[in-house]
């Protein structure tokens, strides 16, 4: 079982930045590929990024390619979100999730997943 804390959420300005952290709990963090999905009221959930274990390969959402960033630690087994030049539209509940499986996982159905960090970006 891994068990994910995300943070670094909060409010900021359109065109403000936001960094978000995920650290887990396993000691084999370094095996699994984590991404990073968002969930705004009344919408699906949405997979925002992607990283395989090696921090080697990642994928972005085309509505955030360019302005967002995902990296991983794995020394220190956290997982973070850079989001630059936010707009309104980037508001949501953001989730880190696990996959057990290393290579880059651009589904939905990850393993485990985190509470959420809410992101507000007022215009």
């Known amino acids: 079982q891994v068990q994910l804390v995300e943070s670094g959420g909060g409010q900021v300005q359109a065109g403000g930045s936001l960094r978000l952290s995920c650290a887990a709990s396993?000691?084999?963090?370094?095996?699994?590929?984590m991404g990073w999905f968002r969930q705004a009221p009344g919408k699906m959930r949405e997979i925002v990024a992607a990283?395989?274990?090696?921090?080697?390969?990642?994928r972005f959402a085309d509505s955030v390619k360019g302005r967002f960033a995902i990296s991983r630690d794995n020394a220190r087994n956290t997982v973070s979100l850079q989001m630059n030049s936010l707009k309104p539209e980037d508001t949501a509940v953001y989730y880190c999730?696990?996959?057990?499986?290393?290579?880059?996982?651009?589904?939905?159905?990850?393993?485990?997943w985190g509470q959420g960090t809410q992101v507000t970006v007022s215009s």
């Open positions: 990283i395989n274990s090696r921090g080697t390969m990642t």
């Open positions: 999730a696990a996959d057990r499986q290393s290579t880059l996982k651009y589904e939905y159905d990850y393993d485990f």
């Open positions: 396993s000691r084999t963090f370094m095996n699994y590929a």
